[in-house]
């Protein structure tokens, strides 16, 4: 069974700090791997997709690295801001059928 | 706006009835999905579309829930004689089978469902 574990499930910082989010999988068979911002209430924002064959993807102060053979990916925030709060989700994929989600990482910049 | 929209925003029902959501993906797109998130957790697989075909559905979802893309573009999500249980956000999104990066998701707004 496919299972996407992250960890912390709440992180509070303050404004400047960089951080890290975990997210593990338990079958090193995927194929993408996904993270998304989602403010409260609100769907799933896109911030970067990682292809089996890719170890990493970069998009402004977000960099996310994957490592098959060890069961996780990384996504770092570099020097974090107030509106950087939000819950992460990280979701992997090993076809192109469904997707399967972890609980998130809420995350808290304080300013 | 070009992005995949879902309708209605809320629905709040009472138990027993019948209840549709839609879904318009990115109109490239070929690639559909569905998925229910509650509370505090992350979003839950339903079911998938290529084109019009379905080709995969979540033992979640059970015979009250019926889910069709008549022309392979738009999707609608029906549950019949709904539960409090069903109470959760419906999540709709779409990737292309084409480009880069290839099978990226994009997610609608989603439609908050309440059963009373």
């Known amino acids: 069974k496919q299972e996407v574990t992250q960890i912390p499930a709440a992180l509070s910082v303050p404004e400047g700090e960089n951080l890290v989010l975990n997210c593990s999988f338990t079958d090193s068979a995927i194929y993408n791997l996904q993270w998304f911002r989602q403010d409260p209430g609100k769907g799933l924002t896109s911030l970067l997709l990682?292809?089996?064959?890719?170890r990493e993807q970069t998009s402004g102060r977000l960099n996310a690295s994957l490592d098959k053979s060890s069961g996780r990916s990384t996504l770092y925030i570099a020097a974090s801001q107030p509106g950087d709060s939000a819950t992460y989700l990280c979701?992997?994929?090993?076809?192109?059928?469904?997707?399967?989600f972890g609980s998130g990482t809420k995350l808290n910049v304080k300013p | 706006d070009t992005g995949v929209s879902q309708d209605p925003r809320h629905k709040i029902t009472k138990r027993g009835q019948n209840v549709t959501f839609r879904c318009d993906p990115i109109s490239e797109h070929n690639r559909l999905y569905w998925y229910r998130q509650t509370l505090g957790q992350g979003p839950e697989f339903l079911t998938y579309f290529q084109n019009e075909a379905q080709l995969e559905k979540s033992r979640l979802l059970s015979d009250r829930f019926s889910a069709e893309r008549p022309k392979g573009s738009f999707s609608t999500l029906e549950i019949q004689r709904t539960e409090q249980g069903d109470s959760a956000m419906y999540l709709c999104?779409?990737?292309?089978?084409?480009?880069?990066?290839?099978?990226?998701?994009?997610f609608g707004p989603g439609t908050r469902l309440t059963v009373l």
């Open positions: 979701a992997g994929s090993y076809n192109f059928n469904k997707f399967y």
């Open positions: 990682i292809q089996s064959s890719q």
């Open positions: 999104a779409s990737s292309a089978s084409q480009g880069s990066p290839y099978n990226e998701q994009f």
